[in-house]
């Protein structure tokens, strides 16, 4: 009698197997990439009673990272062929980000939005970002950026990565499709790491990857009457317990802004020169004016 | 529910990089003796490496009551899988109430992992940890928003508690080398160890790591620089005064510089004699990555600027004005010469 633990394993591999065999007999690339609208700017208010961002009345793009994961997509479609889709949870008005990346060339959009998935944790973002890649898929390669402007926690890669069963890399830098498997760069504190990992996988993505086009003129008239595949908790078959804030293991249980401040000296106009002097006194105190000796 | 299947146990997971233990290591070691001892709990920091540069028994030094050790060539490189299940299986065995990891490129990779495995919260990049005196959790503190918010997060109904930590975050104490802790070798079951990724090599890159992190001055410019040339002013002053060039988020993402430069909760964290913010208008996403400097000097033209309110000299006016004057005072000072 297998354990649960077993049976799990022995499943979980064989739909492993199964997306692995889909991929024989088709060299074509179908490629999912997640993005996120973040806020244009940081200037970002808090609801402060719910701990949550206040996203209206803020300009709104796709994530810069994200632009470098649909550029690679589109890439690999051009030498590979094979779909481009692209994955986005959010308010109604996160649309927008999607015709943006229909203007910039991908053949399928989806939107993930739900009452019910507002004020999402990574776990849970992560969560509804896989039973939509499931419900979608097979997909041979999931792309998006290492992180977003506005949380910059670049953990809901790896954590749908692990939801889906996937190997995941992170970081990547450079990228290469060689028959069934991601040969990918990732760059890390001291250098570049190369790793090889069978498709299909999930990688994100950094700036260094590539340089993102604009859109053009006629993608983005095709973006303005293109059919956005909009699903709820429903299509995507979660009870709403498991998304959003009910779906959310951590809570922000405060809000505020740092004070971290030090009694300066403040120079301006006819003082300016005065401040430069204090400036020298304070170099020659810690040695740093000593023609260059002790910091060479 | 959870909680109380707990042991009281905080797992620190440590960093060794080619070799080398990863000096977060013995910060996050630390920072878990003093949260350990609010909660009544030990510290157990775990390595996994093929070959490391010092005794890992000097952890007990910072505070460690237990070192698991995983050795074994599969450690010479990092492989995201093999981390992500040793640790989880680490954590279904022994229940730790709080795990931390530092927020490198590689913690930052098989923690979200493990949450994901594990079905527990992660937060990111915190600045700040501590104990809720009345429930006894963990108040994992981080900028937010760009940075220019500080949101303290909980994890209050799963277990454990999950956080990497921005390595230099938090003073390392003097070691107490009294401390004795029991070093334990792991034997892991072998699936643990397999692997769908292969690890083709590394490229180790000297130039790659701008090294601004060791400097006693960094000159970070922002987006009062106003164009990638402007830079060379702040290398000019950086170099009579022996230092390097830093930058605010907004400088490398408009290219004027490249991304090692970066100071900040997404770049480097640094902790100068002398920081220089010239035309960084200073969100706390930067101010994360320098606030710990012994002496902080501002430029900005807008008196309002936020980076004032941290600065111990503030200079309010034009910086294409103030630094030339800046260094030609320095030069005739004594500065480096050039």
Known sequence: MLSYNEVYFVVEHFGYLAKALARKGSDKVHIAVLVKQVPDSDEVKMDEEKGTMVRSGVGAIINPLDLHAIECALDLRKKHGG??????????????????????????????????????????????????????????????GEKATDGETGQVGPEVAVMLGLPFSTYVSRLAIEKDFAVV?????????????????????????????????????????????????????????????????????????????????????????????????????????????GNA | MHRNNSSSEILVVGEVRGGILHSATIELTAKARKLADILGAKVTTLLMYNHVDRSVEDLSWWGADVVLCAVGEEFESFNQEIYTNIISYLIEQRKPQIVLAPATTSGRTYMPAVAAKIHTGLTADCTGLDIDKDTGLLLQTRPAIGGNIMAT????????????VRPRTFPVPKPDKRRKAQVKYLTLPEELLKSSIEIVGKEVQEGLDVNIQDLDVVVSGGKGLKKAENFKLLEELAFVLGG?????RAAVDNKWISYPHQVGLSGKVVSPKVYFAIGISGSVQHLAGMQTADFIVAINKDPEAPIFRVADIAFCGDLFDIVPRLIEKIKAEGGKEQ
Not at chain 1, 103 to 117: K, M, R, S, W, Y
Not at chain 1, 256 to 278: C, M, N, Q, S, W
């Open chain 1, 83 to 144: 779909k481009v889709r692209v994955f986005s949870m959010g308010p109604p008005q996160a649309e927008e980000a999607l015709r943006e990346a229909v203007a910039l060339g991908v053949d399928e959009v989806f939107l993930l939005t739900d009452p019910c998935f507002a004020a999402a944790d990574t776990w849970a973002t992560a969560k509804t970002l896989a039973a939509a890649l499931s419900k979608a898929g097979p997909h041979d390669l999931i792309l998006a």
């Open chain 1, 185 to 293: 760069h990732r760059t890390v504190e001291d250098g570049v790491e190369i790793q090889r990992l069978p498709l299909p996988c999930l990688l994100t993505v950094l700036r260094d990857l590539n340089e993102p086009s604009m859109p053009t003129l006629s993608g983005k008239k095709k973006a303005r009457r293109f059919n956005v595949v909009k699903w709820s908790h429903e299509e995507i078959d979660l009870s709403p317990l498991e998304v959003g804030l009910s779906g959310s293991p951590t809570r922000v249980v405060k809000i505020f802004y740092p004070k971290v401040t030090r009694e300066g000296a403040f120079y301006k106009g006819k003082d300016l020169d005065k401040g430069i002097e204090h400036l020298l006194e304070e170099l020659h105190s810690r040695g740093l004016l000593d023609g260059g000796k």
């Open chain 2, 153 to 164: 997060i909980q994890t209050p109904n799963h277990m454990p508690q999950m956080a990497t």
């Open chain 2, 244 to 248: 390097g060039v830093g930058a605010s």
